[in-house]
Nanobody
Framework: QVQLVESGGGSVQAGGSLRLSCAAS????????MGWFRQTPGKEREGVAE???????SYSDSVKGRFTISKDSAKNTLYLAMNSLKPEDSAMYYC??????????????????????WGQGTQVTVSS
């Protein structure tokens, strides 16, 4: 299957920046989507950003204009550049991928149920 390993989380002051990375290994699904989700204790998981196999992207309104999702296919790595961070961005961030449209998966809707594979998460803490 697919293994995902996130890195790059940490603590930063409000207004600062971080870049998360997600290294993927294992089987490659040609039409797969990849995305970033986040969750804080007691709250539902939130879709942050997605990128499809053609490079199209989708962002939640709360991060649009501040976060940028990208991928390096040669390195099988997904990135999330986070700028102008706010305390409300503090969460565990998870990388996810799916089996793509050939397996009936949708993309760019920021829906976690459309994803098949998940990383272990990396913590982001933004202090005011």
């Amino acid at each position: 299957q697919v293994q995902l390993v996130e890195s790059g989380g940490g603590s930063v002051q409000a207004g600062g920046s971080l870049r998360l990375s997600c290294a993927a290994s294992g089987y490659t699904y040609s039409s797969a989507c990849m995305g970033w989700f986040r969750q804080t204790p007691g709250k539902e998981r939130e879709g942050v950003a997605e990128i499809d196999s053609g490079g199209r992207t989708s962002y939640s309104d709360s991060v649009k204009g501040r976060f940028t999702i990208s991928k390096d296919s040669a390195k099988n790595t997904l990135y999330l550049a986070m700028n102008s961070l706010k305390p409300e961005d503090s969460a565990m961030y998870y990388c996810a991928s799916n089996k793509g449209r050939w397996a009936g998966r949708r993309c760019l809707h920021l829906v976690g149920d459309e994803y098949d594979f998940w990383g272990q998460g990396t913590q982001v803490t933004v202090s005011s």
